[in-house]
């Protein structure tokens, strides 16, 4: 019960991460189930660090956007939104390419934020009142 208030009390952008680990993880228990345990594991894990890596890079760009001026703020959004999109392509050519890891795990670890995102903050909260909107 005092890891929940603990939890609670994290920013929103620190739950999506943690939550996108455990979802990596849990995918990754998943490969169990799959001809090539290992490759699928290592696929779903090194997409699912990606990804939470990603998020972070966002979340930097975006309080760094914050203390400029519109103009530069929007020149430096896009510029480092193209650079992410770029090093995705890379994440995803080496999974393509290294026959360590199954593509298929590493594009369901792409997700794992996305999924944590979506968990995060559409379901309801337990402890939400009707009052709070």
Excluded: C, H
């Amino acid at each position: 019960m005092k890891t929940m208030k603990i939890f609670n009390k994290l920013s929103l952008e620190t739950k999506i991460m943690i939550d996108s680990g455990l979802i990596s993880v849990g995918l990754a228990l998943f490969s169990f189930l799959t001809q090539n345990p290992l490759t699928f594991a290592l696929g779903v894990l090194f997409g699912g660090l990606y990804s939470i890596l990603n998020f972070k890079l966002m979340q930097l760009t975006f309080d760094k956007a914050m203390k400029m001026p519109s103009a530069r703020a929007q020149k430096y959004v896009q510029t480092r939104y193209f650079l992410r999109y770029l090093i995705t392509g890379v994440v995803i050519y080496v999974a393509i390419m290294n026959p360590w890891v199954n593509i298929i795990g590493v594009l369901l670890g792409l997700v794992a934020v996305k999924i944590s995102v979506l968990f995060n903050t559409t379901l309801p909260k337990k402890n939400a009142s009707i009052n709070e909107a």
